[in-house]
């Protein structure tokens, strides 16, 4: 049976952040991610966390100046220096979360560079990021991201991370499959997970279009996490999606299709 982590900051909203891990156990989930943690302190979160007995599953390291358009700095040529500080920065909070994993984002292909350029820089910031983080025992991540809603991302398909990997060639790497984004790109999930099962260490989930949740939309979600089963999928999926509002109880709102995996079973 698939495990269910929530992702703190797309549902929930309708508490704030500190109080959202209550409210995920609450609810019945026995794990947490969130994109970015940086606003509170590891201690504030860790406090939440424990308090909730819950496991932090992952999160994203720095994604440099959003503000300008940035969505990642390992692929960024020329900013090594700042990529390795955001992993470091990262890391401090992986020290008191003891997360499983730190989402590394590849970036905003700039003007005026090539994507085979910010490629190579990218297999090298992975390369170093993976052993950095081997050695405080935490995971790296990558994760192929639609340019519906990043346009010029660097990795955009599975086929893309997978050459990655295989460039990188360090064990402590792995993709994070988020199925709204590869539906959005690529489609032909079953044959896209029957053939990289095995490099994809944390999954995420949403209803196609909208990121609503999955119940909605048009991916049949039931058949998929069969199919996840059948494969053996050990890992997390995360519940990336957006409630419709955010009004109180619009996430309990949105789990009716979780009630059979033991979620949101409370009347």
Not at 193 to 211: F, T
Request: proline share 6%.
């Amino acid at each position: 049976m698939p495990r269910f982590a929530a992702n703190l900051t797309w549902i929930l909203q309708e508490v704030p952040m500190l109080d959202r891990f209550g409210a995920a156990r609450a609810l019945g989930f026995d794990a947490v991610e969130c994109q970015f943690p940086y606003e509170h302190s590891p201690q504030e979160l860790a406090r939440a966390c424990e308090d909730a007995d819950l496991q932090f599953v992952m999160f994203n390291a720095p994604p440099g100046d959003m503000d300008a358009g940035e969505y990642g700095l390992s692929g960024l040529p020329g900013r090594e220096s700042e990529f390795r500080d955001s992993i470091a920065m990262a890391l401090e909070y992986s020290a008191v979360l003891k997360n499983q994993f730190i989402h590394v984002l590849a970036g905003i292909v700039p003007k005026g560079e090539s994507r085979e350029h910010c490629h190579d820089t990218y297999v090298e910031n992975l390369a170093w990021a993976a052993e950095t983080c081997q050695q405080a025992g935490v995971g790296v991540l990558i994760e192929p991201i639609n340019t519906f809603e990043k346009p010029g991302y660097l990795t955009t398909l599975t086929s893309e991370a997978m050459d990655t990997l295989s460039r990188v060639n360090h064990s402590n790497l792995g993709i994070q499959y988020d199925f709204h984004n590869a539906q959005l790109m690529e489609g032909c999930l079953t044959r896209t997970l029957e053939e990289n099962i095995s490099a994809i260490r944390h999954m995420q989930i949403a209803g196609v279009p909208g990121r609503t949740p999955p119940d909605g939309g048009e991916m049949n979600y039931p058949y998929l996490f069969e199919l996840i089963d059948r494969l053996d999928y050990q890992g997390w999926v995360g519940c990336e999606y957006r409630p419709h509002g955010s009004h109180d109880g619009a996430t309990k709102e949105s789990l009716g299709w979780a009630r059979e995996f033991g979620i949101a079973t409370e009347a």
